[in-house]
């Protein structure tokens, strides 16, 4: 007996092609099935480097037409590139006194409307003049390093920002007034409001603009609801609509948030330090108040939350992404592919992870950067990345390999060896500051000799601040640091 045809199940291209021209697919899911094959992914190489800049590049991003990019950096530079070609459309000084961290164009401005925020605390607005010099205003500041910005979808005037004082603000470019929303706490108490979260990222629901999630030096994802927010600039509005966290990090001290990034679906994606990337489903949070959860017990696919009041609530557990290292700087997260059908972050050992979203599958891990990748952006259109880090350079992957890449498992990443130069000083305070970070528990594995080496490092770098009226950059040495890649950071 002959069976019934039935559509393949498996996405194959030229069986999606037949399935179009009788008219069994639409030609434009056709064409967003085809931009988002695994192929493309396995063929991304590095496309033109654009390196202008003369300090690390702190950001990275797409107009909405795709074919100007903007990047910002420790120069305090902002550059718009016709990425196709290499060449600088313009550039101008920020107006920041510091690196600038984040710098995005406004939708529906032509790109005309540039909004930036920096090291130094301030948000800042330029206005580029048919002449082609930018005007830039100052329009709030936040007391420590303000890190990003979240664009309204659609709003040529509304934007929020972030910083490590706790604060959220929100900016209307028709007023030009920053309106301080709320701060950001650990906890509630019977004393008050506890300290306030150093945050490092703030994202919107693109189908939900209502809602806000930020995130930064505690393991909880907070969404906020900015219709329940006080407009009056008071701070006593801390209370949010939901919080996200794994269910192993609740109470961990040791972790935080660096990363943040809505999917078309509502699905919230955490990437945090010392940790993994988690994806949330829609509504999958712990409630407002998660602290007064007191048991957790696991069972499969899905964990049972007992709060103090005896009810038990059910989540489903988040997908892992496992395999890179965050825990030297603030690296973003982000979605790839024209329905968000793959994760990517950068790692502190120079590459570029990418995973399929699903299932969590580890796919690529592309060499992006000398030392640290911290910004991955995706273009808007077509399957195409942006990618910058320690270097002063921005690097553009297109899926033009002629092979495809040969597809690992993350416990067959080789360490990477890396040249890090011994640094000079002009401050003091400068030189504390990088003791500081280069402090950080040794990962499970790590030879002891790393620990050496970065102590010998942090002697010279004390002897060159003592004398550097007698340092030249003849004098540098280079000293190679090994750097592993697990599928969990310390």
């Not at 101008?92 to 600038?100: Q, R």
């Not at 640290?372 to 270097?391: F, K, L, Q, R, Y």
């Not at 640094?423 to 970070?437: C, D, I, S, T």
Request: net charge negative; glycine share 8%; hydrophobic share 35%.
């Amino acid at each position: 007996m002959r069976r019934p045809w039935r559509h393949p199940t498996a996405r194959h291209g030229a069986a999606e092609l037949c399935l179009r021209e009788v008219g069994d697919l639409l030609p434009r899911r056709f064409a967003r099935r085809a931009a988002a094959a695994e192929d493309l992914v396995m063929r991304l190489q590095v496309h033109r480097k654009l390196d202008r800049h003369t300090g690390c590049v702190n950001t990275v991003g797409f107009n909405a037409d795709g074919d100007t990019l903007i990047s910002g950096s420790d120069d305090q530079k902002v550059m718009l590139w016709d990425w196709d070609t290499g060449a600088v459309k313009m550039q101008f000084h920020s107006g920041h006194g510091d690196n600038v961290f984040q710098a995005r164009f406004m939708p529906y401005t032509d790109d005309h409307t540039i909004v930036t925020c920096a090291a130094d605390g301030q948000v800042r607005v330029a206005k580029v003049q048919d002449d082609g010099d930018a005007l830039t205003t100052l329009l709030g500041e936040h007391d420590g390093r303000a890190h990003k910005l979240a664009i309204e979808p659609g709003s040529p005037y509304i934007f929020y920002s972030c910083g490590e004082d706790g604060l959220v603000q929100h900016f209307d470019l028709r007023t030009d007034t920053a309106t301080e929303l709320f701060v950001c706490r650990n906890s509630l108490t019977k004393s008050g409001y506890s300290s306030h979260v150093h945050l490092n990222a703030i994202t919107i629901d693109p189908r939900n603009p209502n809602l806000l999630a930020v995130g930064g030096s505690n393991p909880f994802a907070r969404v906020y609801d900015i219709r329940k927010c006080k407009w009056d600039g008071s701070s006593d509005f801390a209370q949010p609509s939901d919080c996200y966290c794994p269910p192993h990090l609740i109470g961990d001290r040791g972790v935080g948030i660096t990363g943040l990034a809505f999917s078309h679906q509502s699905e919230l994606l955490v990437s945090y330090n010392n940790e993994n990337i988690y994806l949330f489903p829609k509504n999958g949070g712990l409630g407002p108040d998660p602290k007064s959860s007191a048991k957790i017990e696991g069972s499969e696919g899905s964990k049972s939350t007992m709060f103090a009041s005896g009810e038990a609530v059910y989540h489903p557990v988040p997908q892992v992404y496992v395999g890179h290292r965050n825990c030297e700087t603030v690296k973003g997260v982000t979605f790839i592919g024209p329905n968000h059908e793959y994760v990517a972050s950068g790692s502190d050992c120079g590459r570029l992870f990418i995973w399929r979203k699903r299932d969590g599958k580890f796919l690529r891990a592309m060499e992006g950067d000398e030392r640290i990748v911290n910004c991955i952006e995706p273009h808007p259109h077509t399957m195409m990345i942006a990618s910058s880090g320690i270097d002063n350079d921005v690097k553009l992957w297109t899926p033009s390999a002629i092979e495809q890449a040969r597809v690992l498992n993350v416990e067959e990443l080789k360490p990477r060896k890396r040249k890090a130069k011994l640094r000079h000083f002009a401050l003091p305070e400068e030189l504390v500051m990088h003791v500081l970070a280069r402090r950080r528990q040794p990962a499970a594995g790590e030879d002891s000799s790393e620990d050496l080496e970065d102590n010998t490092e942090l002697l010279s770098l004390v002897l060159q601040a003592a004398d550097r009226d007698n340092l030249s950059d003849d004098s540098d040495e280079d000293e190679e640091i090994s750097d592993g890649s697990g599928s969990r950071a310390k």
